[in-house]
């Protein structure tokens, strides 16, 4: 069969992108979820892909076929999602968090489908109220920054583990915000210790979730900054290419 991109910038790499949603169970037919197509994550792998790349797609559900040539690993939660990245950041020169990861879970899962309350008798409701109580998920590029600074990720989470990385890993982050764009995304650029951070304007219509185009900004670790124009995701997921390349060792 046609091997592709053979030749291409990204030749011999390992690159891991994630995508979609991850979704939280709160009982066997609910859930608790972040809104995403996992069109930008899925572009992102087709692009190295064709730039020669062999690519390990981590995507929660969503609505698209699995792309040609590309390593598929179908996740369901944060969790999952981080012990896939977890899996493979060993050999990976890069990794590309484009998923809207939940940042709770419910703390504990209904084995049966909840029901509304009601009251026996007249069958009215007796509640207006319900709450799901939630616990954090880990941050798996928060976790990744502190055990690449050989810190510790906490006691409540098990942490990723990076026995040890074969090749320096360049590390992408995306940040949707509806305010404060510059500032939100500067000071994930920092916590999370990212090589790149992505950062759209979802409140805009031409941008963000389940669009095909997106306007972005690219934020570098060294403080630049660049305001990109209204691009199809396809010409993003280049752009985004094109700033990793040089940065690979
Ligand atoms: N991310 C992650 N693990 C999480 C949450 C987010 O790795 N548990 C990644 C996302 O995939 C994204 C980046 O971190 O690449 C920024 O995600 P975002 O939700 O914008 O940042 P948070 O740190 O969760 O901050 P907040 O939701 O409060 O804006
Ligand atoms: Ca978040």
Not at 45 to 58: P, Q
């Amino acid at each position: 069969h046609q091997v592709l991109g053979r030749h291409g910038d990204l030749a011999g790499r390992r690159v891991i992108v994630t995508a979609g949603g991850t979704q939280e169970p709160i009982d066997p037919v609910r859930y608790v979820g972040n809104r995403s197509s996992g069109k930008m994550g899925y572009n992102l792998a087709v692009e190295a892909r064709d730039r020669g790349a062999h690519v390990i797609l981590v995507s929660g559900p969503v609505a698209l076929p699995p792309p040609f040539g590309v390593e598929m690993h179908l996740v369901e939660t944060a969790m999952q999602m981080r012990d896939a990245v977890s899996d493979f950041i060993t050999d990976a020169d890069a990794l590309i968090m484009s998923a809207a990861v939940a940042d709770f879970r419910p703390t504990r899962v209904a084995e049966q489908k909840i029901k509304k309350l009601r009251t026996e008798a007249t069958g009215q409701h007796r509640e207006d109220e319900f709450s799901i109580d939630l616990v954090a998920n880990p941050d798996i590029l928060g976790e990744l920054a502190l055990a690449l600074k050989g810190g510790h990720a906490g006691e409540q989470h098990t942490g990723i583990s990076i026995p040890q990385l074969k090749r320096r890993l360049i590390r992408v982050g995306f940040a949707a915000e509806t305010e404060h764009l510059v500032e939100h995304a500067q000071a994930k650029l920092q916590r999370k210790q990212l090589d790149l951070l992505v950062a759209n304007d979802v409140s805009r219509t031409d941008s963000g979730f389940g669009t095909d185009t997106n306007k972005v900004l690219i934020f570098h670790a060294d403080g630049a900054m660049e305001d990109l124009p209204v691009m199809p995701k396809t010409g993003v997921a280049a752009a985004i290419w094109d700033r990793v390349v040089p940065l690979l060792g």
